[in-house]
T-cell receptor, first 115, second 112 residues
Framework: GAVVSQHPSRVICKSGTSVKIECRSL??????MFWYRQFPKQSLMLMAT?????????EQGVEKDKFLINHASLTLSTLTVTSAHPEDSSFYIC???????????FGDGTRLSIL | QQQVKQSPQSLIVQKGGISIINCAYE??????FPWYQQFPGKGPALLIA?????SEKKEGRFTISFNKSAKQFSLHIMDSQPGDSATYFC???????????FGTGTRLTVIP
């Protein structure tokens, strides 16, 4: 149980392209989803928190116009990296939870490489 | 400011040995302390978690020890196996909150 699927697992694209990453909770309804960024050999850095049907809450320093988050249903959240540049290359990971005080379950991440 | 401090940064243990990873926190509002295991190229997987009302929780070879007064908690992996080689993250979240504050991670290597 508690499976979170993230797609695609890897993206390589040219600078200036916009990239969309999907995060789905397969066997539970996720009232809250989180998006993290992880650099090599480093910890997870929370980018934003999204609740179904409402605007995402971004962490300090994260550009909301750069990283568009949509949480349209209880099982799907998307992260769109707009006009991506090489410095946006990273490992992006989503997680989902059923509610307050419940465990976060993580997807397998998306390796984004911008050329 | 790092909300959760984790040590050591890396750990090498012989097969069959005990792996111990330590974490400390300052925020007394934290009430949920999970441990995650992450393999290269994968997302973190929830391993075991504890709340402050107990001092120890055991699941198979994995045990969390929790010291509320010292604001410290640790992960013990008994009979460590090469398949346990991964990066381990401790984390904490507060009462009524969902946000997890992660430690910096410990890269565990279990040698045969």
């Amino acid at each position: 149980g508690a499976v979170v699927s993230q797609h695609p697992s890897r993206v390589i694209c040219k600078s200036g392209t916009s990239v969309k990453i999907e995060c789905r909770s397969l066997d539970f309804q996720a009232t809250t989803m989180f998006w993290y960024r992880q650099f090599p050999k480093q910890s997870l850095m929370l980018m934003a928190t999204s609740n179904e049907g409402s605007k995402a809450t971004y962490e300090q320093g994260v550009e909301k116009d750069k990283f568009l988050i949509n949480h349209a249903s209880l099982t799907l959240s998307t992260l769109t990296v707009t006009s991506a540049h090489p410095e946006d290359s990273s490992f992006y990971i989503c997680s989902a939870t059923t509610g307050w005080g419940q465990p976060q379950h993580f997807g397998d991440g998306t390796r984004l490489s911008i050329l | 400011q790092q909300q959760v401090k984790q040590s050591p940064q890396s750990l090498i243990v012989q097969k069959g040995g005990i792996s111990i990873i330590n974490c400390a926190y300052e925020n007394t509002a934290f009430d949920y302390f999970p441990w995650y295991q992450q393999f290269p190229g994968k997302g973190p997987a929830l391993l075991i978690a504890i709340r402050p009302d107990v001092s120890e929780k055991k699941e198979g070879r994995f045990t969390i020890s929790f010291n509320k007064s010292a604001k410290q908690f640790s992960l013990h992996i008994m009979d460590s196996q090469p398949g346990d080689s991964a990066t381990y993250f401790c984390a904490a979240s507060g009462i009524g909150a969902n946000n997890l504050f992660f430690g910096t991670g410990t890269r565990l290597t279990v040698i045969p």
